[in-house]
Nanobody, 125 residues
Framework: VRLVESGGGLVQPGGSLRLSCAASGFSSDYYAIGWFRQAPGKEREGVSCVTSSRGRTNVADSVKGRFTISRDNAKNTVYLQMNSLKPEDTAVYYC???????????????????WGQGTQVTVSS
């Protein structure tokens, strides 16, 4: 299983970025992809997730209304559209896969057995 994140970078407060997570190397029809982030000196935090079937999503309260997750099953790619970015959104963002999942949560990383290498998002003026 391979997960490759892209789309990170430096953006000013109030700006937008779209992260991508390209997944490959598995054949499960049912899976969930979650986005997590970790800032220096802080614990890892769940951001959002989406299932391959029915596109069920969950979004953390800290980003609700600003971040939107979506998927393109044909491309095995999940996107995280991040708007109205704040300095506290600065972190390394990781995507992770939970194979066989019919639903998803980002309350914890339990079940997410496969992880990408991460992409840095820096929100600063």
């Amino acid at each position: 299983v391979r997960l490759v994140e892209s789309g990170g970078g430096l953006v000013q407060p109030g700006g937008s970025l779209r992260l991508s997570c390209a997944a490959s190397g598995f054949s499960s029809d049912y899976y969930a992809i979650g986005w997590f982030r970790q800032a220096p000196g802080k614990e890892r935090e769940g951001v959002s997730c989406v299932t391959s079937s029915r596109g069920r999503t969950n979004v953390a309260d800290s980003v609700k209304g600003r971040f939107t997750i979506s998927r393109d099953n044909a491309k095995n790619t999940v996107y995280l559209q991040m708007n109205s970015l704040k300095p506290e959104d600065t972190a390394v963002y990781y995507c992770a896969a939970d194979l066989g999942a019919y639903s998803c949560t980002v309350v914890s990383a339990y079940g997410y057995d496969y992880w990408g290498q991460g992409t840095q998002v820096t929100v600063s003026s």
